[in-house]
Structure formats: structure tokens, C-alpha cells
């Protein structure tokens, strides 16, 4: 398991340093954490703490956000896409980006449906949002959402037409499943193991956590995490949460890792 280290040590350390929200399987950072496990890309992990200011890692890097990935002293990525980019950059020998190029514009289509502005992550976490949204606005539980909230497009119109998006991007999940499954393939894409599975896997956690015993995140963010709605009840094929506990038993870290003080 990498070792994780603070702001203030990653900044004068050299090569890639990797920053995750601390106690939160956040599917960016799981998908970011997956990317570079499966390349072989050991690096230290730095703490990035949701919701709040981290003013020294926005000194650090000009973004609050998680994950980033830094390499030497290039500037920081946080983008979805660039993390994928930068694992492709460092260890071409294990690709994860489809070289036939209709694959590959699809893989990034569907990724964009998942992690994307507006995607399936954006509007779970709307749905996520809503239920403390809807208290007072001087009750604590609001304003400790309240920022991340405005700071993600939360509306009440928004966070009622997101169980419909998801639903959508759970039917695109489901039908890529079931066309590559009746050619024969393993993975959402291609006949090898690419970026959509991993995304996926990370992302799945949205619709249906993995147990506390392998993933020990907060009750209440489990909670909110397996908010079930009978739309996205009825759009979720489960085959595709197989396939996720399959990329994990198979490909990724078990139990996950979430920080010093979040060990299962
Ligand atoms: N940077 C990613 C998105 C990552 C993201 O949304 N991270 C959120 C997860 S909740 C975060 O760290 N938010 C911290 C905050 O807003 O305080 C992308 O655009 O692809």
C-alpha cells in the first residue's frame, strides 16, 4: 500500500505524487488510484480533505479539488481525461486507451457519460446533495454541503432530473455490456482491459458501495451513496456490478485505501 505523505513533503518530493480525498471513496480518486495501480505506478499519496478550503494544497497546486496527479514539477492534472493521458504518457507498454480509433472515441464518450460535467457522477452527487439541500439554511447539516453544492451546479430542477440522467447513462452502461458480452469480450470495451472498466469500477460505487469489510467509508456517506431510487432501480443491470467486483478481484487493491485513520 503507497504511503502517504503530507502537502508540504510532496512539494520537494520528485517524480508523480497523487492527491485523494482522505476517508471518501470518491470514484475520481478511485478511478485516478486504478489507473496507476494497474500500470505499475507506485507513488505517495497526499490528503486533500472534501469540502473544505486546503489552502496548502491550493498554494500548492492552484486547485482544491481531488485527485491530481503531479509529475516533477509540471503543473498539476485534475482533469479525468488528463489522468488517463498521464498513465498512458508514463507506462505505454500497458495501455489503457484502445488503439483502434472508433474504441477509442467511444471509450471516451462513455467515460465522459460517467465522470463528465452533467455525467452520471455529477448527478448522483446532486442526488447525494438534495436530501440536506432541503433543510433550513441555518440548520448545520445544509452548510456543511452548501458550498460543494453551488460549487457543482446543485438546484432543486437539477438534483429532480438527475435520477433520469443516471437511469440513462445505467442503460448505455447496461447495453455496452450486454453488445460486448454477446461478442464475446470480458470488458466494456475491446477485448482488453481499458479505462471504461476501471472507471466503472470506481464509479459503481455510486450506485452500490463495496461492503464496509473492503471499503470502511463513513455511515452517513454510505448512505448517502446507496440512495436508492426505483428509476435507477429499474435502469441498473447488475451484471455490471459482476463485472465491477471482477476488475477488483482481479486488478485492483483490496481493501481500498482511504487514508491514515480510514483503515478498515
Ligand atoms: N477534477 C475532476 C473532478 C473531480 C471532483 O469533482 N472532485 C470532487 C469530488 S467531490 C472534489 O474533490 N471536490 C472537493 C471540493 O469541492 O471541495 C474532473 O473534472 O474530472
Known amino acids: 500500500m503507497p504511503e502517504w505523505i503530507s502537502v508540504e513533503e510532496a512539494q520537494t518530493a520528485p517524480g508523480l505524487r497523487l492527491v485523494l480525498t482522505a476517508g471518501v471513496p470518491g470514484p475520481w480518486g478511485e478511478a485516478a488510484k486504478a489507473i496507476f495501480h494497474v500500470k505499475g505506478l507506485a507513488c505517495p499519496r497526499v490528503a486533500q480533505f472534501a469540502g473544505q478550503p486546503n489552502p496548502a494544497l491550493m498554494a500548492w497546486t492552484g486547485e482544491i479539488n481531488a485527485p491530481q496527479a503531479i509529475l516533477d514539477d509540471e503543473p498539476s492534472r485534475a482533469h479525468w481525461s488528463s489522468l488517463i493521458l498521464l498513465g498512458e504518457r508514463l507506462a505505454p507498454d500497458k495501455p489503457l486507451v484502445p ?91 475491446g477485448d482488453r482491459l481499458s479505462a471504461l472498466d476501471l472507471y466503472w469500477a470506481a464509479f459503481a460505487a455510486l450506485i452500490e458501495p463495496l461492503p464496509h469489510e473492503v471499503c470502511p467509508m463513513p455511515a452517513g456517506l454510505r448512505a448517502g451513496y446507496s440512495q436508492s431510487h426505483p428509476t435507477l432501480d429499474a435502469a441498473l443491470d447488475t451484471a455490471l456490478l459482476d463485472h465491477r467486483q471482477r476488475i477488483y478481484d482481479e486488478w485492483l487493491e483490496l481493501p481500498i485505501d482511504l487514508g491514515p485513520g480510514f483503515r478498515p
Open 99 to 189: 488503439e483502434d480509433p472508433e474504441q477509442r472515441a467511444q471509450m471516451f464518450g462513455l467515460l465522459h457519460e460517467l465522470a463528465g460535467e452533467g455525467g452520471l457522477g455529477w448527478s448522483r452527487r446532486l442526488m447525494l446533495f438534495s436530501p440536506l439541500m432541503e433543510l433550513a439554511p441555518d440548520h448545520p447539516g445544509r452548510q456543511s454541503v452548501a458550498p460543494m453544492a453551488e460549487r457543482y451546479g446543485y438546484s432543486k430542477e437539477a438534483s429532480e432530473r438527475a435520477p433520469e440522467r443516471v437511469a440513462d447513462i445505467l442503460g448505455l452502461m447496461a447495453n455496452q455490456w450486454s453488445r460486448q458480452r454477446e461478442a464475446g469480450h470480458n470488458y466494456l470495451i
